[in-house]
């Protein structure tokens, strides 16, 4: 069965400073992974996903993740973060063939000046 | 993407009673979900909701609790039935965009249920 793991449910650092959150996954068929961010007070909006192709996939401000089959993982990171980063992060799974989502407990940012 | 909204944000209610929640996308979607997220913990599917056909149930939700309409294409209610405190959460409608390889799924705002 499918299951996301994220290792860190918190993490704070230092505006401007490189940040890694980490995501491993359970599955052994070919699956979709995803990351979503949830602003505070906010609903889920999508960050970036991968589906096939290059296994490093970016989003529009500065997040990057990379796909990993072997160690089964998809951490997010960003090589330098803002104030504006502070949000919830999840990440999902999807088997390929089934349209359920599995999310991962979900990491929260913190950004401090 | 799709634009979603929905109805109410949030709401305080007294345990007992029923609250009615609507979803709206502002385009045709074949397939819908309602998801419940707990405080302070992540997301958990509670159904699947498609046009003309009865929802599909997660394991641990039941319709008699949860029932879903799903009148249209563009529309769905989940209602959350005889509440208790333990029924607070946020819940979230998403819907599921057709993608070139894949479907991505995108989210509502949310709504923020308290039970008394």
């Known amino acids: 069965a499918q299951s996301v793991t994220q290792l860190d449910s918190q993490v704070p650092v230092f505006e401007e400073a490189p940040v890694e959150l980490r995501c491993n996954y359970s599955s052994s068929v070919s699956v979709y992974l995803f990351w979503y961010v949830q602003y505070p007070n906010q609903g889920l909006q999508l960050l970036l996903k991968y589906l096939s192709g290059s296994t490093l996939v970016e989003s529009i401000n500065g997040f990057e993740a990379e796909f990993n089959k072997s160690q089964t993982s998809f951490h997010l990171r960003k090589p330098s973060v803002h104030i504006s980063d502070t949000a919830e992060y999840f990440c999902?799974?999807?088997?390929?063939?089934?349209?359920?989502?599995?999310f991962g407990a979900g990491t929260r940012l913190a950004v401090h000046p | 993407s799709a634009v979603i909204s929905q109805k109410p944000s949030r709401d305080i209610c007294q345990r007992g009673t029923s609250l009615t929640i609507q979803c709206q996308v502002d385009s045709q979607v074949t397939m819908m979900f309602w998801y419940r997220q707990q405080p302070g913990q992540s997301l958990t599917l509670i159904a699947t909701a498609n046009q003309g056909s009865e929802a599909t149930y997660e394991s641990g939700f039941v319709i008699d609790k949860f029932p879903i309409s799903r009148p249209n294409l563009t529309f769905s209610t989940l209602t959350v039935s005889n509440m208790s405190p333990e029924d607070s959460s946020i819940y979230l409608c998403s819907v599921e965009i057709a993608g070139a390889s894949t479907d991505t799924q995108y989210f509502g705002p949310g709504t923020r249920l308290t039970v008394l």
């Open positions: 999902a799974v999807r088997e390929g063939g089934y349209n359920k989502l599995i």
